[in-house]
């Protein structure tokens, strides 16, 4: 039975109604970054890394078994093979001391859901989650806001409406200025819902256009260290080249041809500064990196590079020290 005195007594005054007792929230989004949310953030694409998202492949990939071009494949993927690769790839970060978060869905899902790298982009203070372009790709970021979410890590924006959009478009020049490809993958719906929520934390987006033909701004682009840059020679937007030399970047231009090689050398991943994750047997621009110093790790990765994509794609970059 309840207590009579509880249904008369009056509630004004009380904490719930903002009363003495009451404590307000008085610390911001940013501060209650590494406290209430993960201190995971990236400001750049060349600090140590820390933390990424990866999803292990699994019988999703037998789509491509069925029908390459529907799955966005190049040729069917010999399964196992594909996931002793990936594993390699997973072990390879470990070694270096970089924490990997797998998706692990709860959900059946899509031939390309382990192309991480698409399905968010991270921004100094959360993740904005994607808008997959292809239809057969439609939902692949549910699990991943799932996965998010489990991790702490706030979702500042989920592009909404007819806009698309795949994290490997954008990359950070600065700490302050993201730079977005306008493309095949992300269109310029997506890019305004961004610049817009980026603005909110005092930063800026510059959008350029790419080539038709071409996948992501990632292919175009990679920074290796906080002074170099490498860009594919006559791909590369003008904008992008200019707004690196303005930043201080040096800009190199690896020799790359239209060729099944040259595609896998702009999908490394920097793991530090001058240290990188490059794709087995490509001996000739390993020793072109080694040319600016820097320190060249391999894997193979073959049998995932059938499916249209390689170690970048592969891997959604979390965090990287000293954002």
Not at 60 to 83: C, F, G, N, R, V
Not at 286 to 292: D, K, P, R, T
Request: charged residues 20%; proline residues 5%.
């Amino acid at each position: 039975m309840t207590n009579p005195k509880l249904r008369t007594k009056n509630s004004f005054g009380a904490a719930a109604y903002g009363g003495e007792n009451w404590v307000a929230r008085t610390a911001s989004h940013a501060q209650e970054l590494g406290s209430l949310w993960s201190g995971y953030r990236v400001t750049n694409e060349y600090a140590p890394l820390e933390a990424v998202l990866m999803h292990r492949p699994g019988h999703e990939l037998a789509a491509s078994l069925e029908d390459t071009e529907k799955a966005l494949m190049l040729e069917s993927i010999d399964i196992p093979l594909a996931q002793k690769q990936h594993d390699g790839i997973s072990d390879t970060y470990r070694q270096e001391g970089i924490t990997v978060h797998l998706v692990d869905p709860e959900m059946q899902v899509q031939a390309n859901q382990m192309f991480c790298a698409d399905l968010c982009a991270m921004t100094p203070q959360g993740a904005i989650l994607a808008r997959p372009a292809g239809g057969v790709r439609a939902g692949e970021e549910r699990p991943v806001a799932r996965r998010l979410a489990d991790l702490g890590i706030p979702i500042l924006r989920t592009v909404t409406g007819n806009a698309i959009f795949e994290g490997a478009d954008l990359m950070w020049l600065d700490k302050r200025t993201a730079m977005i490809g306008r493309g095949h993958r992300t269109n310029q719906a997506a890019i305004t819902q961004i610049a817009t929520t980026l603005a909110e934390i005092d930063c800026e987006v510059i959008p350029v256009d790419l080539p038709f033909g071409t996948m992501h701004f990632m292919g175009m682009m990679r920074i290796a260290d906080y002074n170099l840059a490498f860009c594919w020679p006559r791909r590369t937007p003008v904008a992008t080249v200019n707004a690196l030399r303005d930043r201080g970047y040096q800009v190199a231009f690896p020799p790359l041809t239209d060729d099944p090689q040259s595609y896998r050398v702009m999908n490394f991943v920097t793991l530090g500064s001058r240290k990188i994750l490059l794709a087995a047997g490509l001996e000739k621009f390993q020793a072109y990196f080694e040319g600016f110093g820097i320190d060249v790790l391999t894997t193979d990765v073959s049998e995932l590079a059938k499916a249209a994509g390689n170690i970048g794609c592969l891997s959604s970059i979390l965090s990287r020290k000293g954002g």
